[in-house]
């Protein structure tokens, strides 16, 4: 299988505080992962793609200094909200692309329900 | 640049009814790749299937099926015989490619009544 873990699943925070998101591929070795944000009944918007060893490249409009993203080896990213608001709240999901794999799949994680307050 | 649109907001059926999810899609590239994915209320995206752009074959899987034609840009996913448990968020997305880069429809909600 291609199982993809995140952690939290759900979080509440204060505002001004930050939180951290775990992407782990479970099985399977991942050059690439990928950040995802969904808001309500609408979606998914790629944030950024994270790779192994190197820096995120971020999509346009998103702020590379407030969604941090680290991905330190092939079976972790992380994804940390900086000096979140309530505007951050958001449903975050990640995925990950098997390294060598064909095609592109992407297997993607629950996902992680944040909410600022 | 690629876009997805999936025209149908929210559907609505009666167990046992066959629905159609449609899909069509918009790039300039010659080889790109569609695929389909199933939101469920928890909120984990099921990957469905995977299609290329060299590959017009209709495909059935169970009480699933996908229509895709290239002439209309268009692909079109049907569920025969719905059941309650198909009741989902389904987003068709495409992907061009070289790229890693997926771009999704504003998903299809269907909702299965018993």
């Known amino acids: 299988g291609a199982v993809v873990s995140q952690h939290p699943s759900w979080v509440i925070c204060k505002s001004g505080t930050s939180v951290k998101i775990e992407c782990r591929s479970l099985?399977?070795?991942?050059?690439?992962m990928f950040w995802y944000r969904q808001f309500p009944k609408q979606s998914l918007m790629l944030m950024a793609t994270?790779?192994?060893?190197?820096?995120?490249?971020?999509e346009q409009g998103v702020e590379k200094d407030k969604f941090l993203i680290n991905h330190a080896s092939l079976t972790l990213s992380t994804l940390t909200v900086t000096s979140a608001h309530p505007e951050d709240s958001s449903f975050y999901i990640c995925?990950?692309?098997?390294?060598?794999?064909?095609?592109?799949?992407?297997?993607f994680g629950p996902g992680t329900r944040l909410t600022v307050t | 640049a690629q876009k997805v649109t999936q025209a149908q907001t929210e559907i609505s059926v009666v167990e046992k009814e066959d629905v159609t999810l449609d899909c069509v899609y918009e790039?300039?590239?010659?080889?790109?790749?569609l695929f389909w994915y199933k939101q469920p209320p928890s909120g984990e995206l099921v990957f469905l299937i995977r299609?290329?752009?060299?590959?017009?074959q209709n495909e059935i899987s169970g009480r699933y099926s996908w229509n895709f034609q290239k002439s209309t840009s268009s692909f079109n996913f049907t569920i025969t015989a719905s059941q309650v448990v198909d009741s989902a968020v389904y987003f068709c997305?495409?992907?061009?490619?070289?790229?890693?880069?997926?771009?999704f429809g504003k998903g299809t909600k269907l909702t299965v009544n018993p």
């Open positions: 995925s990950a692309r098997r390294t060598g794999g064909t095609g592109g799949e992407q297997y």
């Open positions: 997305a495409l992907r061009k490619g070289g790229s890693e880069k997926l771009v």
């Open positions: 790039t300039r590239d010659t080889t790109y790749y």
């Open positions: 994270s790779n192994e060893g190197s820096k995120a490249t971020y």
């Open positions: 299609r290329n752009s060299f590959d017009e």
């Open positions: 099985d399977f070795q991942a050059t690439t």
